[in-house]
């Protein structure tokens, strides 16, 4: 996905785990897949990705639940400052049945293809949130690279002290400087999010992507592949993503106020309806004196 990404691998399911990755100043995304089975509201590691986030400027990929269960309250898809990430099933479905957790921030194509485990000759298909969410994660390490090679940015992370909690942290052809934060970043993979048209094979045994209210359960929408030019023209400013529908941020303002009362994570605040993409995040970092 993103040719010059170095993964940096963290073994162990806990809060030190991640918390490790946090710690480190070049790393730029977290992604995690694992959780408690069916979204049950327990601790997690919601408090090593709050500090990756809130404290060290990174962005944190959590899966959600591979039921439909709902993703505000799972300790890795459902906190404020995480990009809680879905599944769907993609190619043949043409992108319209959902597969998993509901009212997420994004929806991903969940589908892999894996060699075989038990032998050297043939590959099988499976599926999951824990493919749909590292998706995700390479998707947005491809924008990274490609805004800092256009920007002259030659270092990764988002450190404070050493590089004001900005992911992109460079100048323009005019040596004008450039700075790209979290908020960035999530704002316009909300913006490139979309909604598949209708339609649904009834036969299949997964759940249509409903035409009325898709943000409750797909979040923003659907990302893939195809999300990242426009992503990168959106933060580049050489071709801005339009705003989303009125209906489609109130419904996510109302999905980020009812995660923000449920973890206490950051106090609510009115939101005006045509700021589009506005994240907890976003607001708690603008608040934050470093």
């Known amino acids: 996905m993103a040719p010059n990404a170095v993964i940096f691998f963290v073994e162990g399911f806990s809060e030190q785990a991640v918390q490790s990755a946090a710690d480190q100043p070049l790393v730029d995304v977290i992604t995690t ?38 993703a505000v309250q799972d300790a890795t898809a459902g906190p404020p400052w995480s990009i809680g990430i879905a ?17 997420p921030d994004i929806s991903a194509d969940w589908t892999q293809v894996l060699p075989n485990h038990d032998d050297i000759d043939g590959y099988h298909e499976t599926s999951g949130t824990s493919f749909a969410t590292p998706r995700t994660a390479g998707i947005i390490s491809f924008v ?15 450190a404070p002290d050493v590089r004001s909690m900005n992911l992109v942290n460079g100048t323009d052809a005019e040596g004008n400087p450039v700075s ?16 598949p048209d209708l339609g649904w094979d ?36 050489s071709e801005p993503l ?7 941020v109130a419904c ?39």
């Not at 599944?87 to 009212?103: C, F, L, N």
């Not at 589009?276 to 607001?283: A, I, K, S, T, Y």
């Open 144 to 158: 990274l690279e490609s805004l800092r090679d256009e920007y002259q940015d030659a270092s990764s992370g988002a």
């Open 202 to 237: 009834p036969t299949s045994g997964t759940m249509p992507i409903s035409p009325v209210a898709p943000c409750t359960q797909t979040g923003w929408g659907l990302v893939n592949l195809s999300n990242i030019e426009p992503i990168i023209k959106h933060l580049n400013g």
């Open 33 to 70: 897949s694992f959780g408690a089975i069916g979204s049950i509201p327990v601790p997690g590691i919601e408090r090593a990705t709050e500090s990756a986030v809130v404290e060290f400027g990174k962005i944190h990929t959590g899966a959600a639940d591979n039921s439909p269960s709902p």
């Open 242 to 248: 339009p705003d989303r529908a009125g209906d489609v």
């Open 87 to 103: 599944g769907y099933a993609e190619e043949g479905d043409d992108q319209k049945e959902i597969m998993s957790g509901s009212y």
């Open 252 to 290: 996510m303002n109302l999905n980020q106020a009812a995660r923000e009362a449920y973890w206490g994570a950051y106090p609510s605040l009115p939101t005006q309806i045509q700021v589009v993409g506005e994240e907890g995040v976003q607001r708690r970092l603008s608040e934050r004196e470093f």
């Open 180 to 195: 790209i934060d979290n908020a960035h970043i999530r704002e316009a993979l909300n913006l490139s999010a979309w909604y």
